[in-house]
């Protein structure tokens, strides 16, 4: 919601906040999605490097996120022509196979 009212600062922390509360070693389920939510609230708020890398991380680990989401579903839009996000996306397409 921060991110859509033009509140980048709150949109994170937020998500950063979600991410402490409940990480991926205490709920592996839980924790990955509040990962993904952070990677998407990176995007919303124009930090495209941090949402590559949490992209990364998500994909490197259990978690319902997969490359074909991030290619076919449009929120992840804005990093399609970023050559370090298609290089992710090739990594991971490569290891889902």
Same mark, same amino acid.
């Given at each position: 919601?921060?991110?859509?009212?033009?509140?980048?600062?709150?949109?994170?922390?937020?998500?950063?906040?979600?991410?402490?509360?409940?990480?991926?070693?205490?709920?592996?389920?839980?924790?990955?999605?509040?990962?993904?939510?952070?990677?998407?609230?990176?995007?919303?708020?124009?930090?495209?490097?941090?949402?590559?890398?949490?992209?990364?991380?998500? $994909?490197?680990?259990?978690? $319902?996120?997969?490359?074909?989401? $991030?290619?076919?579903?449009?929120?992840?839009?804005?990093?399609?022509?970023?050559?370090?996000?298609?290089?992710?996306?090739?990594?991971?397409?490569?290891?889902?196979?």
């Amino acid at each position: 919601v921060y991110a859509h009212l033009d509140r980048p600062v709150d949109a994170v922390r937020s998500a950063e906040r979600a991410v402490e509360i409940t990480p991926v070693s205490v709920d592996a389920l839980r924790g990955a999605e509040f990962e993904t939510y952070l990677a998407w609230t990176y995007v919303l708020v124009g930090e495209h490097d941090q949402a590559i890398e949490k992209i990364d991380y998500v $994909l490197s680990i259990p978690s $319902l996120l997969c490359a074909r989401t $991030l290619k076919n579903d449009p929120r992840w839009k804005p990093l399609h022509d970023i050559p370090k996000f298609q290089a992710v996306i090739l990594r991971h397409s490569k290891a889902e196979s």
